[in-house]
């Protein structure tokens, strides 16, 4: 069944496909046929078949961490978002230093090797606040992945550092990895739609790449389902493909969805076969990452896995913890094994660096 939808567009994509999984490089109109075409389930064949080529068809990764969400004090704005609160408002909450050990220890007890350090962009906490949480989070034997592009920049603002000089603060103090939050869509007509406040995307690719060469490496995204257009997608893609070709420390790519947090916010209903397009397209356009990854998460088990046969090749599942999006992720490790076993694959556990356990 051809789906009908605006985007309905009649280009035969197969030799672009075909070009693909001959290992030439796909330029943006190739891109752009990709994303525009109702023909979703060759998309989602070649996505496969270019995992297949560089993972195997045998196993699928996962991981275990938790979500710590530190603070919701935040002067962005976002209009997506109900989990800031208004700085200085005394409903929101900083967790103190005390708080985020409990946390980590549970979660070390709960055998998750890392913590993902995640808020607000608080402007009220010092940098001593982040270097004392990181050192405790890596005193303890855990990863601490932390830090989105926007809190780097305003830290490094607030604390009259460079950001590479910042960075070297953090790194010593333990910081392991940065995540991709904050990108949403980078483009300058989505960023006003989304938040103004947040960073340009030149800012965005600019801080990752100072994150990439000092050794921190991440994941980057994209977040949709709202007013983009395929331009503005396809804008998206180019720059964080430039980007890894200069800096190369993106791991994998996970493609989100808005999620219904605001009513202020419009979100449209990302189809099925909407959401398996992007995961084909990002492992056929991306030769440059390594991984694709689906977020149980956000699109709950079924389409998950269906993600894992158009091109991803990890759940990255589980999550301890997350009080930003009402979680439908896999709870237990066991359950995260066996998720994947009845999928059809081998459950392997990685770091968040992607080494293998
Ligand atoms: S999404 Fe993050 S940066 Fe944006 S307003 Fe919410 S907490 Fe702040």
Redesign the pocket.
């Known amino acids: 069944m051809q789906p009908s939808d605006a985007s309905r567009n009649s280009t035969d994509i197969r030799p672009i496909l075909g070009k693909a999984l001959a290992g030439t490089r796909l330029d943006r109109s190739d891109l752009e046929a990709i994303l525009s075409s109702p023909d979703w389930t060759s998309i989602a064949a070649a996505g496969h078949a270019e995992r297949v080529r560089r993972h195997g068809d045998r196993v699928a990764t996962w991981t275990a961490f938790r979500v710590v969400n530190y603070t919701?004090f935040?002067?962005?704005?976002?209009s997506?978002?109900?989990?800031?609160d208004e700085i200085e408002s005394h409903r929101g909450y900083t967790l103190p230093l005390e708080e985020l050990e409990k946390k980590t220890l549970e979660a070390k007890e709960l055998g998750c090797d890392a913590i993902f350090f995640q808020?607000?962009?608080n402007p009220k906490l010092p940098l001593s606040y982040y270097t004392d949480a990181f050192r405790m989070i890596a005193g303890h034997g855990m990863h601490v992945r932390a830090l989105?592009p926007?809190?780097v920049f305003r830290l490094a603002q607030k604390e009259n550092l460079s950001v590479p000089a910042l960075l070297e603060v953090l790194k010593e103090a333990g910081l392991g990895s940065v995540p991709g939050?904050?990108a949403e869509i980078l483009t300058d007509r989505m960023r006003q739609v989304l938040?103004p406040k947040?960073l340009s995307w030149q800012d965005w690719c600019e801080t990752m790449g100072h994150c990439h060469r000092a050794g921190l490496p991440g994941t980057c995204n994209i977040v949709f389902g709202s007013t983009e257009t395929v331009d503005d997608l396809v804008d998206h893609f180019c720059f964080l493909r430039d980007q890894q070709d200069k800096t190369g420390g993106f791991l994998s790519f996970v493609p989100w969805v808005f999620q219904p947090q605001t009513r202020n916010f419009p979100i449209r209903h990302v189809k099925s076969w909407e959401y398996l397009r992007m995961v084909g397209a990002a492992r056929l356009f991306f030769d440059n990452i390594p991984h694709i990854e689906v977020s149980i998460m956000v699109l709950g088990r079924e389409l998950a896995e269906l993600g894992l046969y158009a091109g991803a090749d990890d759940i990255s599942s589980i999550v301890i913890e997350e009080n930003?999006l009402a979680s439908r992720g896999l709870k237990t490790m066991r359950a995260a094994e066996s998720y994947l076993r009845e999928a059809g694959f081998e459950p392997r556990r990685r770091k968040l660096s992607y080494e293998l356990y």
Not at 74 to 78: E, S, T
């Open positions: 919701n935040c002067d962005i704005d976002c997506f978002c109900s989990f800031k808020g607000g962009v989105s926007v809190e939050a904050g938040s947040k930003v």
